[in-house]
């Protein structure tokens, strides 16, 4: 059984100018990205924020669609928003995964540009490693314009880009979290 988390990070990100800046939330992210993971099979979606404003604002949006009106209206939508909940900080997530696994998390950063002297590896070789082992994987997407350096130096490795036929590829988070969960536990 694979033990694959996403989250979602707000901060630290980086801004055009490469700042560190903090994003806000998006609920267009809190759905589409728990649906991608509740479809994917996976056993956790991390929305990481530092803001309690922030983690507010995603704790109203997880209890209309868990317990309130929106459980009702369409249960089905409640049951991958069951997978989302609001963190603080990657290592909060990197705990909460011990806590429900055992051991920490093998943690995978995304970008459409890594850094030059980045760990990177192959969609094939950590689909590979998922399937032959039952250890937990946490996958990391950012907001704004990208993760953190920080954050990426403190992953294992960086997932190599996803690529098309052109020199563009700074996809929508959505997107890129739908190819990715895809090339790596999708079922073809
Ligand atoms: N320039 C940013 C970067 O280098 O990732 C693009 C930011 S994009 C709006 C937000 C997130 O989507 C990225 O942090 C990454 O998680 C994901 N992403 C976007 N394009 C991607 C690509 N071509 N390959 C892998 N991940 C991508």
Not at 108 to 123: C, D, G, H, K, Y
Not at 153 to 172: K, M, Q, V, W
Request: aromatic share 6%; glycine share 6%; charged share 20%.
């Amino acid at each position: 059984m694979i033990s694959l988390y996403c989250a979602l990070v707000h901060y630290p990100v980086r801004d055009r100018a490469g700042n560190t800046v903090t994003a806000s939330l998006t609920n267009l992210d809190v759905h589409d990205i728990s649906r991608l993971a509740f479809t994917y099979g996976l056993r956790g979606y991390f929305v990481i924020t530092p803001l309690m404003a922030q983690q507010t604002l995603a704790k109203r949006i997880l209890d209309y669609w868990k317990t309130g009106a929106g459980k009702h209206r369409m249960p089905e939508r409640s049951l991958a928003l069951g997978l989302c909940r609001p963190l603080s900080s990657l290592e909060r997530a990197i705990e909460q995964i011990q806590l429900e696994t055992g051991k920490p998390p093998r943690v995978l950063a995304t970008a459409a540009r890594p850094p030059q002297v980045s760990a990177i590896s192959s969609f094939q070789a950590e689909a590979m490693r998922l399937q032959q082992s039952e250890d937990p994987v946490l996958i990391l997407f950012g907001t704004s314009h990208g993760l953190d350096r920080s954050i990426l130096d403190r992953a294992d490795a960086i997932l190599e880009p996803i690529r098309g036929h052109r020199g563009y590829n700074h996809l929508s988070v959505r997107c890129a979290a739908a190819i990715t969960l895809d090339r790596l536990v999708g079922s073809n």
